[in-house]
C-alpha cells in the first residue's frame, strides 16, 4: 500500500530529494555551531585574555555558517512545500483518473460524498505527514546521532546519562502514543457521529420543529456531548504527560551535568572537562531529548495519517469490473436487441437476483414500452444494454454481438441513455448538449432540441443556447431539464436511445410530441421507455410489464388490456383512479 | 424545503486576518465563567513554572563561576567545593520538583478545561441553533452551519490548549529573561531587542505571505471540492456519454491551481521557524563578539544590578539567556497564525450563538381534556385522548375550547423578503373532516402556506385562525403538535425504523408504531428489510428508495395522531398503485379530521373536497374535481394534459 501511494511522488521525488540534501547541510551546521561557538566562548574565559581578532574571525565563519543554515532551510522549507503539495497533486489526479475507468459497479460502492473527502481532506492528511517525514524523519534522526556522538566526544563519562535518559523517553513517549493513539481514533469515530447527527438535524430543522421535538434533541445532543468531551479528555490527559516526562529528562540531565561534571571537572583539574564543555553538553542534551519528541511526534503522525492511507488506498486499488475485450468490434451493425436467459444481480454477494429469467428479441426500429412498480427492476433491464452492468448470467446482444464483444466506447456512442437520476452540469448549454456530440453544429443541436421540445423554451431564454446552467440544474424546470437531456442524447445520432423515466415530470402533450417526433425523424433507431404513466407506452410496438424483477406480460396495449392484470390496473388507476374512492 | 427561500445570505463575513481583542476577551471571559477557580490555578502554573525554567540559568552560572574559581585557584579539592556546589544544586532540585508538579498539574488540568469548554461550547451551540426559526435554515447553508461545529470549534481547541497557554508562558518567560538581561546588562540588551525587532518583521513578511497564499489555497480546495462533486455525483452520465478524458483535462487544470497554492502557502510557512532561529543564531554570534569587544576594552557597563564594568561573570550567562530570549520569541511567532485563526473560528461560533431566537409570545396552550355529553370542556390531568385549548384572558378567567382542525385563513398576504410578496389575499376555509388541495407550478406558494399555518413564518398581513383563535396567540410548541407535518424531502435520523416512527409520539407503544406503519402501507416493505422494524437506519435512510423513506414519513406522522395533518408531496415518489394504498390508510386515519395536501401528481388530489388551484400566490380557482373540470380553466388544461407544471 505504502509503495503504492509513495510511487505518486513521480516527478517531484527530485524536490523531496532535494529537501533531504538541504536537511543534511543543515543538521550539519546546526550541529556544528555550538561546537565552534564553544571555543569563541573558551576564547573569552581563557586566562590570556580576549583575543579579539580571533574572536571575529571565529564571528565571521559563524554568521556565513547561520547565512548558509538559513538559506538551506528557506530552500528546503520551498522544496518540502513543492513535493509534498506535488505528492497531493498527483494524488488526487491519480484518484479521479481511477474513478474515471469505474464501472457502474464500482460508483456503486462508494458514495460520491466520501470520494470527495477522500480527495480533499484525506489527502491533505497524508500531504502534511509526507512533509513532516522528509522535512523532519532525516533531520531528528541525524540530530539525535549526531548530538550523542558529540556529547559522548566532548562530555565522555559525562554523556552516560543519555544512556539513561533517552530509553526512559523514548520510551515513555512510546508508552503514550500506544495508549493515546487507540483513544483518539475511537473518540474521532465518536466525534464524526455526533457531527452527523448535527448534520442530521440542521437538513431536518422542519421535522424537529413540525414535531416540536427541540427540547428532546437538545437532551439528546447533551448526552452524546457529554460522552464526547469525557472521552477527549482522556485522551488528550494521555498526551498531557508527554510534556511532563520531557521535563523531567532535561531537569535530570541539567542536574547530572551540574553534579558529575562539576565533581569530574575540579577532580581533574580542568583536564577531563571544562566549563565551557559543561555548558555544550547541556545544548546537546536539550537538541537530543528534543528531536527524540519530533520523532515520536512524526510515528503519532505516520500513524493517525494511516486511516487516511487506507481510504485513499481503497479508491486506487479498486478495479473496474468491466474490461474491453480483446479484440473488440467497433461496429454497431443495427440497433436490434436480444436479452437470452438473462439473470443479474447487483453485486456477487447479493442474495436476490434484480433480474432473473429475461428472454426479449427487440427489433431494430421497434418502440418498446417498459412500465411497472418501484423496485420492478425496470432500469436494471436497460442498464445491460449499454453495458453498464454484466450480466450475471445468460448474454444480451446489440446487432447480434454479445455486448461483451464490443470496444465500450463504441457501444456506448452507439447505444445513447438518458438516466433517471439525469443531470446538467454547470456551464452554458451549448456545452451542455455538446456532451452529446463535441463537434455537432449549432444547426444539428437546434435540431436535437427541437426534436425534444426544448428548442422553444431555450430560446425564449434571453441568452438562448448561451444561458448558463448551474450546478445541478437548479435554474431550469424539472421538465425542461428532462428535455435537455434527451437532446443531449439524441446529438449522439444512437441507434438505441434508451429513455430511463425520462419525461416524469414534462406535461403530456409534449410528451407525446416528442413520441411523435422520434418516429417521424428517428425511424431506423430502436426507442426504449420506461414510463409511470400508460400514455407514454400505449402507442408502443411493445410493451413489457415488469413485475419484481420479471417479465410479467408482454404485448401491446390492446393485448396487455386483455391479458396482464398488472397492466389494466395501473391503466384504470391512471385514466379514473380517483373516482374509484369517492 | 430549499426551493421557496430567499437568496442565502452569509452573515459573519470572511475571517479577518487581523487580532479581534473583543473576541478575544469574551472567549477569555466564557473560560472564566465556566471554570473560575480552575482557570486562576491554571494561570500560575504557567507562570510559575515558566518562571522556574528561566531561572535556572542562574544557577548554573553560578556552579560554572565557582568551578572556574577553584580551577583556577589550582585547588582541586571536591570535598570542599563539593560544599559550596551541592547546595546549589539542591535548590535547583527543588524547583524542579515544584516546576515538575506544576506541569503535570497544569497539561493535566488544560486538558480537562480545553475539552470541558469545547463541550461546554458545542451544547451552547446546539442548544442555541434547535431554538433559532425556520427561517434561520432557509436563509443559510447548511454546510455553513456544520463548519461552525467541525472547522471552528477545532481552531478554538488549538487556540485554548496551545495558543494561549504557550503564549502565556513564552510571555513570562520573555519579561524574564529580559529583566534578567537589563540586570546584566542594557547595553547588550539594546543589540538583543534590536535583533528581536528584526525576527519580527520578518515574520510578519512571512506570516503575511503564508496568510495570503492559505487564503487562496481555501479558495482553491473549495472550487476543487465544487468540481469533484459535481462529477462525482454525475459519474454515471459521464460514463454513458464516455466523457472521461474530456472530465480528466478539466480537473488536471484546477488541480494544478490548487497545488500552486497549496506550495506557496506551506513555503513560507515552513521557512518562517529556519528563518526565525537562525536570526537568532546570528544574534548569537553578534552578542558574543560585542561582549568579547566590550570585554577586551573593560568598557563601562550599563546596567540596573551591580556590574558598573563589563566582567566575563554576567556575559556568558547573558549570551545563554539571548538563545532562550529568541527561542521564546520564535515561540510566540508560531503561535500567531494560530491564534488570528482561532479568533476568526470564535467570532464566528458567536456569530452563531448571538443569532436571534424564535420569539413565542403565545399563551393558548393544549391540554388533555375530558369533554362532557353537553359539550362543556374539562382539562383533565390524565391522557384522555381529547385535546382541548386552554385559553387565559385578560380579565383573569379561563376558557376551554376543543381542539378539532378547524382552519382558516383570511386574506393573508405574506413575504419572505420585504418587498416581495409571494402570497396574496389568500383566503381558505378547512373544516374538520374536509381535504383541501393546493396545485400550482412551482413557486406558485404551495409550500407557503403550509409554512404559515404552523408559524415557521408569520404572515405580513391577515388572519388565520385555528378552531377560532387567533395562531399568534397559541404557543408555537402546542401549535406544531397539533399538526402533522409530511415533507417531500424526507427527513429520517440515524436509528431503527421503529424509532423513527416513535419520533412522531414518543410515548407509542411498538404496537402502536406498527398500526401505524399499516395505515401507511409502509408495513409490508419495513417487515421485508432485513431485521424488519429494528433496521438501523443510517445517512438519512440511504439504504431506502425515496418512496420508501416516504412511507416512513408518513408512519411518523401517523403516530403523532394529529387533528391536522399537511401532506407536502409526501407521496411524490411513491408508484400510483401504492399512493392508492397509502391514500385509502390515510383516508381512513383522518375520517373527520382535516387535511391539507399538496401535490403536483393530479391523481393524488384529485378526491380532495376542494382544490385551490394557486398562481403566482394568488388562488386563482376552486372548487372539487367536478367543478373545475367544468370551469374548463387553468384545472382543466392541467388535467387533460395541455399544461406542464414545475
Not at chain 1, 48 to 61: S, W
Not at chain 1, 353 to 361: E, G, N, P, R, T
Not at chain 2, 71 to 90: F, R
Not at chain 2, 343 to 352: P, Q, S, Y
Request: proline share 3%; net charge neutral.
Amino acid at each position: 500500500m505504502l509503495k503504492r501511494l509513495f510511487g505518486c511522488v513521480r516527478e517531484y521525488k527530485k524536490y523531496a530529494v532535494y529537501t533531504l540534501i538541504f536537511m543534511v547541510v543543515e543538521v550539519i551546521i546546526d550541529c556544528l555551531l555550538p561546537f565552534i561557538a564553544a571555543k569563541v566562548i573558551n576564547n573569552l574565559q581563557s586566562e590570556a585574555g580576549v583575543d579579539m581578532g580571533y574572536i571575529i574571525k571565529i564571528g565571521l565563519i559563524l554568521i556565513l555558517m547561520a547565512l548558509i543554515s538559513l538559506a538551506m532551510g528557506a530552500l528546503a522549507a520551498m522544496t518540502a512545500a513543492k513535493a509534498s503539495a506535488g505528492f497531493a497533486k498527483n494524488l488526487r489526479h491519480d484518484i479521479f483518473e481511477n474513478v474515471q475507468t469505474y464501472s457502474f459497479e464500482n460508483i456503486d460502492k462508494f458514495s460520491s460524498a466520501s470520494l470527495v473527502t477522500r480527495m480533499t481532506t484525506d489527502v491533505a492528511n497524508v500531504q502534511m505527514s509526507f512533509m513532516m517525514l522528509i522535512r523532519i524523519a532525516v533531520r531528528a534522526p541525524l540530530m539525535l546521532i549526531f548530538s550523542i556522538v558529540m556529547a559522548f566526544i566532548m562530555g565522555g563519562w559525562l554523556a552516560s546519562s543519555f544512556v539513561i535518559l533517552i530509553p526512559i523517553l523514548a520510551g515513555g513517549l512510546l508508552l503514550i502514543a500506544k495508549n493515546a493513539m487507540p483513544a483518539f481514533r475511537r473518540v474521532f469515530k465518536k466525534y464524526d457521529k455526533l457531527n452527523e447527527s448535527i448534520e442530521e438535524n440542521v437538513r431536518a430543522a422542519r421535522v424537529v420543529k413540525g414535531f416540536s421535538r427541540e427540547e428532546y434533541e437538545k437532551k439528546k445532543f447533551g448526552k452524546a456531548a457529554d460522552e464526547i468531551q469525557n472521552d477527549f479528555t482522556k485522551a488528550e490527559r494521555i498526551v498531557a504527560l508527554n510534556s511532563p516526562i520531557m521535563q523531567f529528562c532535561v531537569y535530570f540531565n541539567m542536574i547530572f551535568v551540574m553534579i558529575v561534571g562539576s565533581m569530574l571537572a575540579i577532580k581533574s583539574g580542568g583536564t577531563t572537562i571544562n566549563v565551557g564543555e559543561m555548558s555544550a553538553m547541556l545544548t546537546y542534551g536539550m537538541q537530543i531529548l528534543m528531536n527524540l519528541m519530533m520523532l515520536s511526534m512524526i510515528y503519532v503522525m505516520l500513524t493517525m495519517s494511516m486511516e487516511s492511507m487506507k481510504r485513499i488506498y481503497e479508491v486506487l486499488s479498486e478495479k473496474t469490473v468491466l474490461d474491453n475485450p480483446k479484440d473488440p468490434e467497433y461496429e454497431v451493425k443495427d440497433g436490434s436487441i436480444e436479452f437470452k436467459d438473462v439473470s443479474f444481480k447487483y453485486s456477487a454477494k447479493a442474495k436476490k437476483y434484480a433480474l432473473s429469467d429475461i428472454d426479449v428479441k427487440i427489433e431494430s426500429g421497434m418502440t418498446v414500452g417498459i412500465i411497472g412498480g418501484t423496485g420492478s427492476s425496470k432500469s436494471s433491464l436497460v442498464q445491460l444494454i449499454p453495458r453498464l452492468y454484466d450480466v450475471t448470467e445468460g448474454s444480451v446482444k446489440v446487432g447480434g454481438i454479445d455486448v461483451r464483444k464490443y470496444d465500450i466506447e463504441a457501444l456506448r456512442s452507439s447505444v445513447a441513455m438518458v438516466l433517471q437520476k439525469n443531470l446538467l452540469f454547470s456551464g452554458t448549454i451549448n456545452e451542455n448538449l455538446r456532451w452529446g456530440n463535441p463537434n455537432a453544429t449549432d444547426e444539428e443541436i437546434r435540431e436535437a432540441c427541437r426534436l425534444a421540445q426544448a428548442d422553444d423554451f431555450v430560446m425564449s431564454f434571453p441568452d438562448g443556447y448561451e444561458t448558463k446552467i448551474e450546478q445541478g440544474g437548479t435554474n431550469v424546470s424539472g421538465g425542461q431539464k428532462q428535455r435537455l437531456c434527451i437532446a443531449r442524447a439524441l446529438l449522439k445520432k444512437p441507434k438505441i436511445l434508451i429513455l430511463d423515466d425520462s419525461t416524469s415530470a414534462v406535461d403530456t402533450k409534449t410528451d407525446a410530441l416528442i413520441r411523435a417526433g422520434f418516429k417521424e425523424y428517428i425511424p431506423e433507431t430502436t426507442k426504449i421507455i420506461i414510463a409511470q404513466r400508460i400514455a407514454s407506452v400505449s402507442d408502443a410496438d411493445l410493451i413489457i410489464v415488469m413485475d419484481n424483477g420479471k417479465i410479467a406480460d408482454m404485448g401491446n396495449h390492446e393485448k396487455l388490456l386483455k391479458t396482464s392484470d398488472i397492466y389494466r390496473e395501473v391503466y384504470e388507476q391512471q385514466t379514473n383512479g380517483g373516482e374509484d374512492d369517492e | 424545503m430549499s426551493k421557496n427561500k430567499p437568496n442565502s445570505v452569509q452573515k459573519g463575513g470572511s475571517p479577518k486576518r487581523r487580532m479581534n481583542f473583543k473576541v478575544l476577551g469574551r472567549v477569555m471571559k466564557l473560560l472564566f465563567k465556566f471554570y473560575p477557580v480552575l482557570i486562576p490555578i491554571v494561570a500560575v502554573c504557567i507562570v510559575t513554572s515558566a518562571l522556574v525554567s528561566a531561572i535556572p540559568s542562574v544557577f548554573t552560572q553560578k556552579v560554572m563561576a565557582i568551578i572556574t574559581r577553584y580551577l583556577d585557584s589550582g585547588d582541586m579539592n571536591w570535598s570542599v567545593a563539593k560544599t559550596e556546589i551541592l547546595p546549589l544544586v539542591g535548590i535547583l532540585i527543588a524547583l524542579y520538583v515544584v516546576s515538575l508538579a506544576f506541569i503535570v498539574l497544569q497539561t493535566q488540568l488544560m486538558a480537562y478545561i480545553t475539552q470541558g469548554f469545547l463541550g461546554k461550547m458545542r451544547k451552547k451551540m446546539f442548544d442555541g441553533m434547535q431554538n433559532l426559526p425556520i427561517k434561520y435554515f432557509d436563509t443559510h447553508k447548511h454546510g455553513d452551519i456544520m463548519s461552525y461545529y467541525t472547522n471552528d470549534i477545532d481552531t478554538l481547541r488549538q487556540l485554548i490548549s496551545q495558543s494561549l497557554p504557550s503564549l502565556l508562558q513564552a510571555g513570562t518567560i520573555v519579561l524574564t529573561v529580559l529583566f534578567i538581561m537589563l540586570y546584566y546588562s542594557i547595553w547588550m540588551t539594546l543589540i538583543v531587542l534590536l535583533g528581536v525587532l528584526g525576527m519580527f518583521f520578518v515574520s510578519k513578511k512571512f506570516g503575511g505571505g503564508s496568510a495570503k497564499y492559505f487564503i487562496r489555497q481555501q479558495k482553491s480546495i473549495a472550487k476543487t471540492e465544487g468540481y469533484v462533486q459535481e462529477m462525482m455525483n454525475g459519474q454515471k452520465v459521464i460514463k454513458v456519454f464516455c466523457r472521461e478524458e474530456q472530465v480528466k483535462e478539466d480537473f488536471n487544470a484546477i488541480n494544478v491551481e490548487l497545488c500552486n497554492d497549496t506550495m506557496k502557502a506551506h513555503a513560507y510557512a515552513n521557512a518562517l521557524g529556519p528563518v526565525i532561529m537562525n536570526i537568532g543564531n546570528i544574534l548569537y554570534v553578534i552578542c558574543v563578539t560585542v561582549g568579547g569587544l566590550f570585554l577586551l576594552l573593560e568598557t563601562p557597563n550599563l546596567s540596573i544590578g551591580p556590574f558598573p564594568y563589563f566582567h566575563l561573570s554576567f556575559v556568558i550567562p547573558f549570551l545563554n539567556m539571548t538563545k532562550q530570549f529568541t527561542g521564546n520569541v520564535n515561540t510566540v511567532s508560531q503561535q500567531i497564525n494560530h491564534i488570528v485563526m482561532g479568533m476568526a473560528g470564535a467570532e464566528r461560533v458567536f456569530t452563531l450563538m448571538d443569532e436571534q431566537p424564535e420569539v413565542d409570545e403565545g399563551y393558548v396552550t393544549l391540554v388533555n381534556a375530558e369533554i362532557a355529553e353537553d359539550g362543556t370542556v374539562k382539562e383533565s390531568r390524565k391522557h384522555t385522548g381529547k385535546w382541548a385549548w386552554k385559553h387565559p384572558h385578560s380579565d383573569g378567567t379561563l376558557t376551554y375550547t376543543e381542539l378539532k382542525g378547524d382552519v382558516r385563513l383570511f386574506d393573508v398576504d405574506f413575504g419572505y423578503e420585504e418587498g416581495k410578496t409571494v402570497l396574496h389575499d389568500v383566503s381558505v376555509y378547512a373544516e374538520p373532516g374536509q381535504k383541501v388541495a393546493f396545485v400550482g407550478a412551482t413557486g406558485a406558494g404551495k409550500t407557503t402556506i403550509t409554512n404559515l399555518i404552523n408559524r415557521f413564518y408569520d404572515i405580513a398581513d391577515g388572519k388565520i385562525r385555528y378552531d377560532g383563535i387567533n395562531i399568534n396567540k397559541i404557543r408555537k410548541s402546542d401549535l406544531r403538535r397539533s399538526l402533522g407535518i409530511v415533507l417531500q424531502d424526507t427527513n429520517l435520523f440515524t436509528g431503527t425504523v421503529m424509532e423513527n416512527i416513535r419520533y412522531g409520539n414518543l410515548e407509542a407503544t411498538d404496537d402502536e408504531c406498527i398500526k401505524a406503519a399499516v395505515l401507511a402501507g409502509a408495513d409490508d416493505f419495513i417487515t421485508r428489510l432485513p431485521d424488519g422494524y429494528n433496521t438501523m437506519l443510517s445517512n438519512n435512510g440511504a439504504n431506502l428508495s425515496q418512496g420508501q423513506r416516504q412511507l416512513i414519513a408518513i408512519a411518523r406522522a401517523a403516530v403523532a395522531d394529529p387533528p391536522v395533518m399537511i401532506l407536502d408531496e409526501a407521496t411524490s415518489s411513491i408508484d400510483t398503485r401504492t399512493e392508492a394504498i397509502v391514500q385509502r390508510g390515510m383516508d381512513k386515519l383522518m375520517e373527520g379530521r382535516t387535511v391539507f395536501v399538496i401535490a403536483h401528481r393530479l391523481s393524488t388530489v384529485k378526491n380532495s373536497d376542494v382544490i385551490m388551484v394557486l398562481e403566482k400566490g394568488r388562488i386563482i380557482e376552486r372548487g372539487n374535481h367536478q367543478k373545475l373540470i367544468e370551469e374548463k380553466g387553468t384545472y382543466y388544461r392541467l388535467y387533460t394534459g395541455s399544461f406542464e407544471l414545475e
